[in-house]
């Protein structure tokens, strides 16, 4: 294990990782000029896990260990598999799982697992290509949260969220645009899944056609948006409002 980070080192190392444990690597980075790795390519793709080919370089500057071509970075608290996850949605305490759609900033992830732990939502899904990293500014902008919610990561967004649908979960979407409605002028239906989008672009086209409602925070001012940390935030705690008195008057 390299000392700088979560990370493991070297081919044999990366090897065994992914025999034993899996769950645990976000991402396995292979140097693009070496034509002997192709035994921890095909392991990524037996066990799921992402793989991703890079310049030597990047290596070198991702650890000073001889790395052989070949560094695995791992997330200690390991990975979640999708299905349990939203088998787990309809049980939480505060039934919402949040979905990240190539959100690109880990402390923005970081702290959204901090609102959403904290709160008592069931976990975070998370897309494998162009998403933000597992790493230590996310752990730490958590402030350790991300080690105790379920995180899973999901090839295709879109084909995650008709999974969600199939069980019955209501699709939401954060959005600035005229289809979207106040958060506070609408009624959400139980389990829910919330998706927050790329910081830059939002919740990409072909993932809102998968969605339900798209739900808007009322501003003033002159502003338009929100950092997605901040918007995720306050459209959580309004939707735990609203858990809470639906269960308050079912009673």
């Known amino acids: ?49 992402r793989c991703k080919r890079v310049p030597k370089k990047r290596l070198d500057g991702e650890s000073p260990l001889s790395h052989q071509g070949v560094i695995a970075k791992i997330f200690p608290a390991g990975l979640t598999p999708m299905e349990d996850l939203v088998d787990a949605l309809s049980s939480a305490a505060f039934p919402v799982l949040v979905a990240l759609d190539q959100l ?86 139980w389990p829910a899944v919330l998706v927050l989008g790329n910081e830059d672009k939002g919740v990409r086209p072909g993932v809102i056609k998968e969605c339900h409602q798209g739900l808007t925070i009322p501003m003033s001012g002159g502003f338009d948006s929100l950092n997605v940390s901040q918007a995720g935030a306050m459209l959580l705690c309004e939707l735990l409002r609203q858990h809470r008195q639906t269960s308050a008057t079912s009673r």
């Open 104 to 189: 690109q900033d880990s402390g923005n992830l970081g702290v959204l697992a901090r609102t959403i732990y904290a709160l008592g939502g069931c976990g975070l899904a998370l897309t494998k290509d162009r998403s933000a990293a597992l790493n230590d500014r996310a752990m730490k902008s958590s402030s350790g949260a991300l080690g105790l919610l379920p995180v899973a990561r999901v090839t295709n967004m879109a084909r995650f969220l008709r999974y969600c649908q199939e069980r019955m979960s209501s699709i939401y979407y954060a959005g600035t645009g005229p289809e979207c409605r106040s958060v506070f002028n609408i009624t959400i239906a």
């Open 1 to 49: 294990m390299d000392p700088i980070g979560h990370r493991v080192v070297g081919k044999k190392a990366v090897l065994d990782h992914l025999e034993r444990s899996p769950e645990q690597i976000d991402l396995v980075l292979l140097q693009e000029s070496r034509s002997d790795l192709q035994q921890v390519a095909a392991l990524c793709n037996e066990k799921k896990v």
